[in-house]
C-alpha cells in the first residue's frame, strides 16, 4: 500500500481517537491510500488552488490532497470527535490545512476559502450529497466560484447526475447537471474499501463548469423539470398542465410533441420548454 506521509495509518489514528462510525453522519472512511490518492490525482493540478473538502471525517482523503501538493485546503466536517486527528494534519502540513467546524450545508463556500482558484474534493455523507450538489451547481452566478468538483457518491446518485436522456436514471439532476457542467463518472469503488462497508457501490463523478451553457433562467428551468420528471410517466402535455392550462400548444411551441414524456427530452429541449413557458409567464 502506498505511503503518502510520515503521520500514522489512518486505522490507528481512528482507533486512537475512538472514531467509531457514525450512520447519521453518513460515516464510511475510506482507509486505502491507494484510492484516496487516485481521487486527489483526479481533481486536477491542485498546485495554485484551495480545495474545498467536505467532511475529512479521519483525514484520509485531507492527506492524499495535501500529498498531492494542494496549496491550501479547507475542510468542513460536523463531527467535533474528528477535530484532534485533523489537527495533527494540519500540524504535518503547517499553514496548508484549515479546518472548520460546522454544517457544509449551512456554510458559505467562498467566504470560508476566500475565493480565488477553488476546485472541491469529497467522498460525500450520503445523507447531504445531492443537497450540496445541488447547491453548487444552481448558484445564481455562472460560471461558479469553483473550477472542478471531484465528488464520490453512492454509485445510483452518481448514475443519475451524468444520466443520458432516454435512460431510466435520467431526472432533473441529470438534467440541472448536464446542463451547467461537463465531466462524468471516473471510476466505481467497491463497499470493501470502506470502514465500515456501505450496502452499495461507490462511484467518483468528475464535473467541471460548462462555460456556456444554453441560455436560460435557472429557475424556469428547475421548475418545468420539477414538473416533468414529478409524473414522470405521464406525457408532458398532462403534467406540464399544472404550470398552465395552454400547456400542450407551449410544449408544441418548443418544438416538443405534446405526448412526449420527460425521460425523452433532452437538455435543449428542456431549455427551449423553460424558455417557452417562461415568455408565457407560466414558470
Ligand atoms: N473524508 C472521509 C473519508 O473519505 O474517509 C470521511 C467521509 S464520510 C463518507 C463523510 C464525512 O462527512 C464524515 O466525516 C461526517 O462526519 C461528515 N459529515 C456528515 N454530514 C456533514 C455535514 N452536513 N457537513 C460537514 N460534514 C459532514
Known sequence: MAQLDDLPPLRDVIAAHGLDA???LGQNFLLDLNLTSRIARSAGSLEDCTVLEIGPGPGGLTRALLA?????VVAIEKDSRCLPALAEISARYPGRLEVVEGDALKLDPVALTGG???RIAANLPYNVGTQLLLNWITTPDWPPFWSSLTLMFQKE?????TAPPGSKAYGRLGVLAGWRCKGGILFDISPKAFTPPPKVTSAVVHLTPNPAPLPCELTALERITAAAFGQRRKMLRSSLKAL???AEQLVEQAG???TARAEEIDIAGFVNLANVFRAAGAV
Not at 68 to 72: D, E, I, L, N, Q
Open 22 to 24: 457514525r450512520k447519521s
Open 68 to 72: 498531492a501538493g494542494a496549496k491550501k
Open 116 to 118: 480565488g482558484n477553488i
Open 157 to 161: 446518485v452518481g448514475e443519475r447526475i
Open 244 to 246: 398552465s392550462p395552454e
Open 256 to 258: 416538443i410533441e405534446p
